[in-house]
């Protein structure tokens, strides 16, 4: 099946300024629909939930719809779905939970691939840190180091389904497998990898699994997903009158209820890019897959490109991956290159980008880190080139 690329690319009204937009990694545009959606709610009159008017019952639908929607994304149950405003504010929160029951003499264990949004609020429990590495040749967490990370201490295994700046996928599912062996829960950070491809969290045995729509053409919400079985067990802080149901006392405050409008119409508007039949989630996973095999196609011709200018070096080269580059100029500063590119109209990050430790472990994060090139379901050819040609045009300062 050819993915429809320009008809997907006539849905985002922000591409049509002339721009390369290869900064999807930290935030994607949004399509007219979810524009649509998000004026619709606040047009049609909306109140905070639970009222006796029909303003408040049009919350209560967009609530349980947005519900239902990031639950058919991610392979959950629109039951387990707790909404907040980002992922790192959820992750603060349930990592809060479950350590109250936590001491030093339990274990988490984190990994150097992550973003610190998956680091540092568990750093914060007081429980006994375990780090699993990566090699920062191949940019690659192996697995088979979970066998001794892992034992009868092991309280939660956090790890990402993808990088944000490598783009590694690593073997989620024989890393929460090594978790449940030994009776820990998983935390997985979906962030990155939603927008890139089908996800099936109970596939890769994340107890929890948290995602942002920001990153997959929604407006900025954050979600984590989990067993409405295993929210039950669980005991947040809250407000006394604040609703002690599943999932919504782990949500603090009112929500941005014409936002979770729009996070539904993301994900009907993924699940509608290339043709398709029956459920929700089942045009969502064969629309997802196509995307995948289209920016992976894509991105061969951007890493070759890359890799074939003498000046350039790139960081991690994992079996499995997302469109994403992360890469230096030699004799330039990330952020040098990343003020060319921009006068030259293509967006690309430069920094940290937030995987602190991995930053570190490659050893580029007191030097500047480096740039980030993403390719995402809306990009073509011709924002590939225009990065490529500005890439080979720079030349070290002096």
């Not at 014409?258 to 994900?267: F, H, K, W």
């Amino acid at each position: 099946m050819l993915f429809p690329h320009e008809k997907i690319r006539a849905a985002y009204p922000a591409l049509s300024d002339g721009h390369a937009y290869l900064d999807g990694a930290a935030g994607t545009q949004t399509p007219q629909a979810v524009i649509d959606a998000i004026a619709g709610a606040y047009r049609s009159g909306i109140g905070n939930v639970g009222g006796a008017f029909p303003a408040s019952h049009r919350s209560d639908a967009i609530v349980a719809a947005c519900r239902a929607a990031v639950a058919d994304l991610v392979g959950g149950r629109p039951e387990g779905v707790i909404l907040g405003p980002n992922m790192t504010t959820l992750t603060y929160r349930i990592a809060t939970t479950l350590a109250k029951d936590w001491g030093p003499e339990d274990e988490v264990v984190l990994s150097r691939l992550d973003h610190d949004a998956n680091v540092r609020p568990w750093t914060a429990t007081g429980a006994t840190i375990r780090w699993a590495e990566v090699d920062p040749v191949t940019g690659e967490l192996p697995a088979e180091q979970y066998r001794d990370l892992v034992g009868e201490r092991t309280r939660l295994v956090a790890v990402s389904a993808a990088s944000n700046v490598l783009g590694t996928r690593p073997d989620v599912a024989a890393i929460c497998a090594a978790a449940h062996a030994a009776g820990a829960l998983t935390y997985v950070d979906g962030v990155h990898a939603t927008a890139h491809g089908p996800v099936d969290m109970r596939a890769l045995g994340a107890d929890f699994y948290a995602t942002s729509a920001y990153k997959w053409s929604g407006p900025h919400v954050g979600a984590v997903v989990a067993d409405p079985s295993l929210l039950e067990r669980l005991r947040p802080d809250k407000l006394a009158p604040s609703p002690d149901t599943v999932p919504e006392r782990f949500e603090t405050g009112t929500a941005a209820f014409a936002d979770l409008a729009g996070v539904t119409a993301a994900v009907d508007h993924l699940a509608a890019m290339v043709p398709g039949t029956g459920s929700r989630r089942e045009r969502l996973l064969a629309s997802m897959a196509a995307a995948e095999a289209y920016e992976l196609e894509l991105f061969a011709v951007l890493l070759a490109g890359l890799e074939a200018l003498p000046h350039v070096t790139l960081y991690g080269k994992p079996a499995r991956r997302t469109a994403t580059a992360y890469f230096t100029v030699a004799g330039l500063t990330p952020r040098q290159v990343a003020e060319h590119l921009a006068g030259l109209g293509v967006n690309v990050w430069n920094g940290h980008n937030y995987a602190w430790e991995l930053t570190g472990a490659l050893g580029v994060r007191n030097a500047g880190s480096a740039v980030r090139a993403g390719l995402v379901h809306y990009n073509d050819r011709s924002d590939v080139d225009r990065l490529l040609e500005g890439v080979a045009g720079l030349r070290p300062a002096g």
